[in-house]
Nanobody
Framework: QVQLVESGGGLVQTGGSLRLSCAAS????????MGWYRQAPGKERELVAS???????NYSDSVKGRFTVSRDNAKKMVSLQMNSLKTEDTAVYYC????????????????WGQGTQVAVSS
């Protein structure tokens, strides 16, 4: 069974920083693109940033220059460093990963963490 477990998040003032981390565990054959999504109240879930197993990154325009996504393949972890936070960054942040499990290595599944709340106050 594959799991994504997030840590980090919390309450911070405008201009502050937070770091989110996510660890994948379980019977993993390969860990491919990992990333972070967020969902604010009343809005759809949106991509924040992603990183491939080779280290190529992709960011939403709203976070470019402020957020940095990174990963540690050996530890099966992905992190999101969030700087210069704004009130509009307030949302539940979800870790996401494309994973081929050992039980079905030809199948790439889309896995989600449980979500962690980020709240930015003015």
């Amino acid at each position: 069974q594959v799991q994504l477990v997030e840590s980090g998040g919390g309450l911070v003032q405008t201009g502050g920083s937070l770091r989110l981390s996510c660890a994948a565990s379980g019977s993993i054959f390969s860990l491919n693109t990992m990333g972070w999504y967020r969902q604010a109240p009343g809005k759809e879930r949106e991509l924040v940033a992603s990183i491939t197993s080779g280290g190529s990154t992709n960011y939403s325009d709203s976070v470019k220059g402020r957020f940095t996504v990174s990963r540690d393949n050996a530890k099966k972890m992905v992190s999101l460093q969030m700087n210069s936070l704004k009130t509009e960054d307030t949302a539940v942040y979800y870790c996401n990963a494309r994973i081929r499990p050992i039980a079905a290595p030809r199948y790439e599944g889309n896995y989600w963490g449980q979500g962690t709340q980020v709240a930015v106050s003015s």
